[in-house]
């Protein structure tokens, strides 16, 4: 079946990771069928609409590589839809007119304890259209002092099925008449998304598990109508790196790291934070979906390709940062030099007023193992841009002074040896051998000098590419400070 998803955020505020997941997931179902990937802006609540909030959730998708297909389709534009269908149930007696104030509402929720349910049971003794007359429903709907609420049926068993979590069942009453349309003509996000899903054609719902107790209301709309309801997927949550609670913005702070796609007032993104659109979708795909083998890494691309909603977990998924590097990591050391480059901008200026193009992809090929994110790029390219600043010091009272004062002089007395870095790797093995100077010290004292620390990137090609100028005022400079 060829099918139709929809990604139906609301704009009140900006992109969670945990949405991004969502709309990820509605996009694989609906690419791996060949199917529609649709965008719908869920804005019927103007009061809670967060500006900018609407362009954070479209720069978010346009960065990651989620194109819709079809949208952005905005529901505060449908209020003419969302009016016909619900006359529709309340000249069948399936919705009503409720005119209680905010007051009698929480006076009722206080002598309930907190547990009132505006249903069949209760209804009776609220202001609404089944308890007062014709003629002063007319008066107080003339007056726009209502809701309008959903009839859910007495003492019925009603079934739903989620694609995850199979077959469940309800009991009416249990189940709240909810609003479906507000005082200020608008649908709620209970009827709004089953009017849209249905006039959009929507074959597969995938949203948060937090929907789930709400998904009997919504198959009780789609029976009253007629309709056929979509499949529905309900994702387990996206939780703490405890494993306990929902990951929140909070948490993200707390460990550094970011909880949006892009940057969103003061607050970086994953993109801004240097981490790649395919690093941060194979991530999140992992995040409650195994494929069938131990692949790790997944392009877009080959999720479509290998994604298989039965394989979607029904338990939470805990956000680990560390594995989302790891993951990163992955991406970044299978992309070219030149995409690395052209994502670099700094760090590729820093290479091209040195070397040329071949020589920085050159560059770039040696420190791909090195790179987690996008910022370790301009860290690793600085040692063959300019002679260290510092030297670790713990290293040179290890090796001692003495024994690198007389390899950097071995190397200035046969200083034609550095422009064939094999045949200078050969003689300082021989020149170990006979001053009884392991070949590690002296490994260490090389790249010491050209690094300023024990790490980095293969020492004999750094030296190749610097070349035996730099390298020469690399190795007095070291003489110099020791």
């Known amino acids: 079946m060829i099918e139709r998803a929809r990604f139906a955020p609301s704009p009140t505020g900006p992109l969670h990771i945990g949405g991004v997941r969502t709309a990820l997931f509605n996009y694989l179902i609906a690419k791996k069928s060949g199917g529609k990937f649709i965008l719908r802006i869920e804005d019927t609540d103007s009061k809670r609409t967060v500006a900018g909030a609407e362009?954070?959730?479209?720069?978010?998708?346009?960065?990651?590589?989620?194109?819709?297909?079809?949208?952005?389709?905005?529901?505060?534009?449908?209020?003419?839809?969302?009016?016909?269908?619900?006359?529709?149930?309340?000249?069948?007696?399936?919705?009503?007119?409720?005119?209680?104030?905010?007051?009698?509402?929480?006076?009722?929720?206080?002598?309930?304890?907190?547990?009132?349910?505006?249903?069949?049971?209760?209804?009776?003794?609220?202001?609404?259209?089944?308890?007062?007359?014709?003629?002063?429903?007319?008066?107080?709907?003339?007056?726009?002092?209502?809701?309008?609420?959903?009839?859910?049926?007495?003492?019925?068993?009603?079934?739903?099925?989620?694609?995850?979590?199979?077959?469940?069942?309800?009991?009416?009453?249990?189940?709240?008449?909810?609003?479906?349309?507000?005082?200020?003509?608008?649908?709620?996000?209970?009827?709004?998304?089953?009017?849209?899903?249905?006039?959009?054609?929507?074959?597969?719902?995938?949203?948060?598990?937090?929907?789930?107790?709400?998904?009997?209301?919504?198959?009780?709309?789609?029976?009253?109508?007629?309709?056929?309801?979509?499949?529905?997927?309900?994702?387990?949550?996206?939780l703490k790196s405890t494993g306990q609670g929902k990951l929140s913005k909070r948490d993200a702070e707390e460990q550094g790291h970011p909880i949006f796609a892009v940057q969103w007032e003061e607050s970086k993104g994953f993109k801004e934070s240097g981490y790649t659109p395919e690093g941060i979708l194979n991530y999140l795909a992992l995040l409650g979906w195994k494929g069938k083998g131990d692949d790790e890494k997944y392009s877009l691309n080959d999720l479509v390709k290998k994604f298989d909603s039965k394989d979607i977990n029904k338990s939470g998924a805990r956000f680990d940062i560390k594995k989302a590097v790891w993951i990163n990591h992955l991406h970044l050391r299978d992309f070219s030099s030149k995409k690395i480059l052209s994502l670099c901008g700094q760090a590729n200026t820093l290479l091209e007023k040195n070397y040329s193009s071949d020589v920085c992809e050159e560059i770039i090929d040696l420190i791909k193992e090195r790179l987690n994110t996008l910022f370790d790029v301009e860290k690793e390219v600085l040692v063959f841009v300019g002679q260290p600043k510092n030297y670790d010091k713990e290293v040179i009272e290890k090796i001692t002074r003495?024994?690198?004062?007389?390899?950097?002089?071995?190397?200035?007395?046969?200083?034609?040896?550095?422009?064939?870095?094999?045949?200078?790797?050969?003689?300082?093995?021989?020149?170990?051998?006979?001053?009884?100077?392991?070949?590690?010290?002296?490994?260490?004292?090389?790249?010491?000098?050209?690094?300023?620390?024990?790490?980095?990137?293969?020492?004999?090609?750094?030296?190749?590419?610097?070349?035996?100028?730099?390298?020469?005022?690399?190795?007095?400079?070291?003489i110099n400070k020791i």
């Open 55 to 238: 362009d954070h959730i479209k720069d978010s998708l346009k960065w990651l590589g989620l194109n819709i297909d079809e949208g952005p389709i905005k529901q505060s534009e449908r209020k003419v839809l969302y009016k016909k269908q619900v006359e529709k149930l309340l000249r069948r007696g399936l919705a009503y007119y409720a005119f209680d104030t905010s007051a009698e509402l929480e006076r009722a929720r206080k002598e309930s304890n907190g547990e009132f349910k505006y249903n069949h049971e209760t209804r009776r003794k609220m202001i609404n259209s089944f308890t007062v007359s014709e003629e002063e429903a007319r008066s107080r709907i003339k007056r726009n002092g209502y809701v309008i609420r959903m009839v859910v049926p007495e003492k019925e068993t009603i079934l739903v099925n989620d694609e995850i979590r199979g077959s469940l069942s309800f009991n009416s009453r249990e189940i709240e008449d909810k609003v479906i349309m507000k005082s200020d003509g608008m649908p709620t996000y209970h009827f709004a998304n089953v009017v849209d899903d249905h006039d959009m054609k929507i074959t597969s719902v995938v949203r948060g598990e937090e929907w789930l107790s709400s998904l009997p209301s919504h198959v009780t709309l789609y029976n009253y109508f007629g309709w056929s309801p979509p499949k529905f997927y309900h994702l387990p949550l996206i």
């Open 402 to 478: 003495n024994t690198i004062y007389n390899v950097l002089n071995f190397c200035k007395l046969n200083e034609e040896l550095i422009s064939e870095p094999t045949l200078l790797k050969e003689s300082l093995m021989s020149f170990g051998s006979e001053k009884q100077i392991s070949f590690g010290n002296i490994m260490k004292t090389l790249r010491l000098c050209m690094v300023g620390s024990l790490s980095g990137p293969d020492l004999f090609k750094i030296i190749d590419i610097i070349g035996p100028e730099e390298t020469l005022h690399r190795i007095d400079s070291l």
